[in-house]
């Protein structure tokens, strides 16, 4: 656990906060207190665990001005109509902390309160020092006085449109402010409502690759620190400083350290108080041809800096990529490249748009805690759409069209959530989507391959949804030996014994909807509906397949 560093405040304020914090049990609803959600590994495996049990966050996010209460009739119908079970909403340091030291909460509050209502947890993004790579979020009388709270220096001297790492007024004031949140939710949510937080948003830089002030070049020309090295395998490398050690990655990864030295502070003091998990966001560098510093956001926590976030600030539990591709290669990559034996997966932004939707199946089978397709509320909308059940775009495409995916992904998971996640902490769930070019995947189960064919739709061919874009998606998980669980949608999934000899035959399909957690029977599958394999169409049906050999 990471040390807390509480000397920043005042006696006065801490009270006032004691008493406003109290004052918010106080009006609270007498509920059972439940466990503290957590992040876990066992077995090389991840779990986010909420009320005592593996959870797999089923999220939407609000777009970025969507935190106020006026605008959250715009919200909840959107949550609704997507059967997310998770909500990411951001918490502005601008609008709790409006007055220097004074912290209001009420907003905090109406949302959690609201969440309840509509029975969704929350995933809370705070908005602070770094918001996309600037200072943005930082209270108006900290914008006021830039000498103070100052920006970083870009290499032809002027101040960036984002703040310095090395900046310890405004770092002392992060810490202060996220940790009177913490602490405020500590004891008004009681119930967890709020499952995890994230710390900042998009940190790092655009337009400069570090800070070049002085001070900064200074730290840039010493020594690199030993654990730093050490966590990106050089521990037996002499003393070097950053140049020395890192070459042309020398300023960012020097700018990585910088953030996240920053970042993990006010994560660790915010944790002190109340561990919830934490993460932080990264906007990504291309997976596959990497461009060279200065093409993507610097300092953040991409793929190639992973390592020196982990040892920089250990209290953030996950570093998590904003995935805005729709090319399965690269999207695929970035789920490869941070889904890591010290990192869980977890997308915590991805692009809303209809075609990635089927990159959930993707990150699941790579045991993502959870999915969140970016902007799905109707802030946007002149009024809030008619719930359509629509799952193929209409003539004119609306917000519903675009939605309809990831409705009806977390449509067929929500109700088997618990078991999906605790099935994939077993190590016993596969996922995959659909790739263009692609025809078929297969996925190993010891002395069984599921294989999952793509397209066609006529005669003996797989579903396929009326469009040329790639929509099939699947999720296999072993039950039992000779026993598998089977669901997803425009795809057809079949069963070979990985014995050479041997045919597989269908023992009993059973055909059903999840409820609540229940899988209820509607009928057996048999004759043309096994024949040829087994077709997931656009119903949200699953599966319970008992196989046999000849
Ligand atoms: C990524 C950011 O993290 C979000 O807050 C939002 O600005 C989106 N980009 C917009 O596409």
Same mark, same amino acid.
């Given at each position: 656990?990471?040390?807390?560093?509480?000397?920043?405040?005042?006696?006065?304020?801490?009270?006032?906060?004691?008493?406003?914090?109290?004052?918010?049990?106080?009006?609270?609803?007498?509920?059972?207190?439940?466990?503290?959600?957590?992040?876990?590994?066992?077995?090389?495996?991840?779990?986010?665990?909420?009320?005592?049990?593996?959870?797999?966050?089923?999220?939407?996010?609000?777009?970025?001005?969507?935190?106020?209460?006026?605008?959250?009739?715009?919200?909840?119908?959107?949550?609704?109509?997507?059967?997310?079970?998770?909500?990411?909403?951001?918490?502005?340091?601008?609008?709790?902390?409006?007055?220097?030291?004074?912290?209001?909460?009420?907003?905090?509050?109406?949302?959690?309160?609201?969440?309840?209502?509509?029975?969704?947890?929350?995933?809370?993004?705070?908005?602070?020092?770094?918001?996309?790579?600037?200072?943005?979020?930082?209270?108006?009388?900290?914008?006021?006085?830039?000498?103070?709270?100052?920006?970083?220096?870009?290499?032809?001297?002027?101040?960036?449109?984002?703040?310095?790492?090395?900046?310890?007024?405004?770092?002392?004031?992060?810490?202060?402010?996220?940790?009177?949140?913490?602490?405020?939710?500590?004891?008004?949510?009681?119930?967890?409502?709020?499952?995890?937080?994230?710390?900042?948003?998009?940190?790092?830089?655009?337009?400069?690759?570090?800070?070049?002030?002085?001070?900064?070049?200074?730290?840039?020309?010493?020594?690199?620190?030993?654990?730093?090295?050490?966590?990106?395998?050089?521990?037996?490398?002499?003393?070097?400083?950053?140049?020395?050690?890192?070459?042309?990655?020398?300023?960012?990864?020097?700018?990585?350290?910088?953030?996240?030295?920053?970042?993990?502070?006010?994560?660790?003091?915010?944790?002190?108080?109340?561990?919830?998990?934490?993460?932080?966001? /990264? &906007?990504?560098?291309?997976?596959?041809?990497?461009? #060279? @510093? *200065?093409?993507?956001?610097?300092?953040? $926590? !991409?793929?190639?800096?992973?390592?020196?976030?982990?040892?920089?600030?250990?209290?953030?539990?996950?570093?998590?990529?904003?995935?805005?591709?729709?090319?399965?290669?690269?999207?695929?990559?970035?789920?490869?490249?941070?889904?890591?034996?010290?990192?869980?997966?977890?997308?915590?932004?991805?692009?809303?748009?209809?075609?990635?939707?089927?990159?959930?199946?993707?990150?699941?089978?790579?045991?993502?805690?959870?999915?969140?397709?970016?902007?799905?509320?109707?802030?946007?909308?002149?009024?809030?759409? /008619? &719930?359509?059940?629509?799952?193929?775009?209409?003539? #004119? @495409? *609306?917000?519903?069209?675009?939605?309809? $995916? !990831?409705?009806?992904?977390?449509?067929?998971?929500?109700?088997?959530?618990?078991?999906?996640?605790?099935?994939?902490?077993?190590?016993?769930?596969?996922?995959?989507?659909?790739?263009?070019?692609?025809?078929?995947?297969?996925?190993?189960?010891?002395?069984?391959?599921?294989?999952?064919?793509?397209?066609?739709?006529?005669?003996?061919?797989?579903?396929?949804?009326?469009?040329?874009?790639?929509?099939?998606?699947?999720?296999?998980?072993?039950?039992?030996?000779?026993?598998?669980?089977?669901?997803?949608?425009?795809?057809?999934?079949?069963?070979?014994?990985?014995? #050479?000899?041997?045919?597989?035959?269908?023992?009993?399909?059973?055909?059903?909807?999840?409820?609540?957690?229940?899988?209820?029977?509607?009928?057996?599958?048999?004759?043309?509906?096994?024949?040829?394999?087994?077709?997931?169409?656009?119903?949200?049906?699953?599966?319970?397949?008992?196989?046999?050999?000849?």
């Amino acid at each position: 656990m990471t040390i807390v560093h509480l000397k920043h405040f005042r006696p006065a304020t801490f009270v006032a906060l004691l008493a406003v914090c109290g004052a918010a049990a106080a009006q609270q609803p007498q509920v059972k207190e439940r466990p503290i959600p957590q992040v876990v590994k066992k077995d090389g495996r991840y779990a986010l665990m909420v009320d005592g049990a593996p959870y797999l966050m089923l999220g939407a996010q609000a777009h970025n001005s969507s935190g106020w209460p006026g605008m959250l009739p715009k919200v909840w119908p959107a949550i609704e109509y997507l059967h997310a079970n998770t909500l990411e909403i951001p918490v502005y340091w601008e609008q709790i902390e409006a007055r220097q030291g004074q912290f209001d909460f009420s907003v905090v509050d109406t949302i959690v309160t609201q969440a309840r209502e509509h029975h969704v947890r929350l995933d809370l993004l705070w908005f602070g020092t770094w918001k996309n790579g600037s200072q943005h979020y930082m209270p108006e009388w900290m914008k006021a006085d830039p000498a103070r709270y100052f920006h970083l220096i870009d290499k032809n001297g002027r101040p960036a449109d984002s703040p310095s790492p090395f900046c310890t007024a405004s770092q002392e004031l992060d810490i202060r402010a996220f940790t009177a949140f913490m602490r405020h939710l500590k004891a008004f949510d009681t119930q967890r409502t709020v499952i995890i937080v994230q710390v900042e948003n998009e940190s790092g830089t655009w337009g400069s690759v570090r800070d070049y002030s002085p001070a900064a070049q200074k730290l840039f020309d010493g020594l690199v620190p030993a654990d730093v090295l050490k966590a990106v395998g050089k521990p037996d490398g002499a003393p070097a400083n950053w140049q020395e050690a890192f070459g042309p990655e020398a300023e960012v990864n020097f700018h990585a350290w910088a953030v996240a030295t920053y970042v993990g502070k006010v994560a660790a003091a915010g944790k002190a108080v109340y561990p919830l998990p934490l993460y932080a966001n /990264a &906007a990504l560098r291309d997976p596959i041809k990497p461009g #060279a @510093p *200065g093409s993507y956001e610097a300092g953040g $926590p !991409t793929d190639n800096v992973i390592s020196i976030w982990k040892v920089a600030a250990p209290a953030i539990d996950i570093e998590s990529p904003d995935i805005y591709m729709n090319d399965s290669v690269a999207y695929l990559k970035v789920l490869e490249l941070y889904h890591r034996d010290d990192n869980p997966l977890f997308i915590p932004e991805t692009s809303g748009s209809a075609s990635v939707a089927r990159f959930f199946f993707s990150a699941l089978g790579l045991q993502a805690i959870g999915f969140s397709p970016f902007g799905l509320d109707y802030s946007n909308t002149p009024s809030v759409p /008619a &719930a359509a059940p629509a799952t193929a775009p209409a003539a #004119a @495409p *609306g917000p519903q069209d675009q939605f309809a $995916p !990831t409705a009806q992904n977390y449509r067929l998971i929500g109700p088997m959530m618990r078991d999906a996640a605790r099935l994939n902490f077993e190590g016993k769930l596969q996922a995959v989507a659909e790739e263009t070019g692609t025809p078929s995947q297969t996925l190993h189960f010891g002395a069984w391959n599921a294989t999952i064919s793509y397209g066609g739709g006529r005669g003996g061919r797989a579903p396929a949804a009326n469009t040329a874009a790639p929509t099939g998606r699947a999720l296999v998980a072993q039950l039992a030996e000779n026993q598998f669980l089977v669901a997803g949608y425009y795809c057809r999934v079949d069963f070979r014994p990985t014995a #050479a000899d041997k045919r597989r035959q269908f023992m009993r399909v059973d055909e059903g909807t999840y409820e609540n957690g229940v899988f209820k029977f509607i009928r057996i599958l048999n004759g043309d509906e096994t024949d040829n394999g087994l077709n997931l169409r656009a119903e949200p049906i699953a599966l319970r397949v008992s196989l046999g050999v000849y």
